[in-house]
């Protein structure tokens, strides 16, 4: 089963172009959609959530038109907001087995038996029984897989997971997401480069409601390669060659700047070449390099 996107625009009654022109076709597996704040991520997966419609544009889930046959695609969705707030005072298993009954799971002892399969899954069987105001937020993210869980879904969106998370709740989520069936699509929306290098095959930058690159991290890292080159240099020169070079990063490594530039052949006097990460094509792509050129 693949999710179809064609086409789809969102202005907001502010003014804010939120979607343009989005066009893009996932198949199962994780894919990854990296963006800043405000690039539109949350825009396109409340849309893909059937939670909110677009001005223009068609979705397709398989045979399934996802913007007028919503509740056939509800039946296939799982989905994990941005922000996910739980009831502070109620219990996990109790929590859980609600949202199963809403999801439609009525006999009472096949949703007990998926309700505690889940909270073996996520590794939260052992906090059952704590109420929910209690949990750290890795422990509420994992959570929060759960409940997308219920039902089998065919598609599962996930809405920044890792913001705030410490990097050993990091770890565990992104264990958690690994294993997730193949035959499932899982689409992660993040701002953070690394939840798409540890986890993705594929992805896509998005940056002002477009998409401006779709390709398998790896491909996208061999685009820069021989390009990208860097110096470490004082932090007043910074700026200066700011001016005449295209600048992809400048980061401070042991207190000295070190910056990275995207260009055909030695920029200039002491740059040599760098060994480019998924970060250096993130920041090129933002800054509206074309890595794709000379892309193997
Ligand atoms: P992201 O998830 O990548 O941070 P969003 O989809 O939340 O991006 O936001 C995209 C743009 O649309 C931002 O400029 C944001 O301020 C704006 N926006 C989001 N939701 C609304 C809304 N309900 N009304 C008006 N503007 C919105």
């Known amino acids: ?4 996107i064609e086409n789809l625009s969102k202005r907001y009654p502010n003014g804010v172009q939120a979607l343009r022109d989005v066009t893009l076709t996932v198949g199962p597996g994780m894919f990854g959609l990296l963006g800043p704040n405000g690039a539109g991520k949350s825009t396109l997966m409340r849309t893909l959530a059937t939670l909110q419609d677009p001005d223009t544009g068609s979705v397709r889930l398989g045979d399934i038109d996802l913007l007028r046959d919503k509740p056939a695609v509800r039946q296939l969705l799982g989905y994990l907001p941005q922000e996910f707030g739980v009831y502070p005072k ?20 096949l949703r007990k038996e998926t309700v505690e399969a889940l909270l073996r899954r996520t590794n939260l069987w052992e906090a059952r029984n704590r109420a929910l105001g209690t949990f750290s937020g890795g422990m509420k993210q994992r959570f929060g897989i759960a409940q997308a869980l219920i039902g089998d879904p065919r598609l599962l969106i996930v809405d920044e997971p890792t913001a705030g998370l410490d990097p050993e709740e990091r770890v565990r989520f992104h264990d958690l997401l690994s ?25 896509a930058i998005m940056h002002q409601g477009e998409l401006r690159l779709v390709q398998q991290p790896s491909e996208a890292i061999a685009g820069l390669r021989g390009r990208l080159w860097e110096r470490t240099v004082e932090k007043a020169e910074v700026a200066q060659l700011g001016e005449s070079l295209s600048l992809i990063s400048t980061r401070l490594v042991a207190g000295r700047t070190r910056v990275r530039v995207l260009a055909e052949s030695a920029p200039a006097p002491g740059f040599v070449t760098a060994e480019p990460e998924l970060e250096d094509v993130y920041f090129a792509v933002r800054r509206g390099a074309d890595i794709r050129s000379r892309a193997a």
Not at 179 to 192: A, D, P
């Open 90 to 109: 109620v219990k996990a298993i109790d929590l859980l087995d609600h949202l199963g009954r809403l999801k439609g799971l009525a006999d009472r002892a």
């Open 179 to 203: 294993e997730i069936s193949e035959s499932v699509i899982v689409l992660l929306s993040t701002h953070i480069v690394s939840d798409v290098s540890d986890l993705c095959s594929r992805m």
């Open 1 to 4: 089963m693949n999710l179809v």
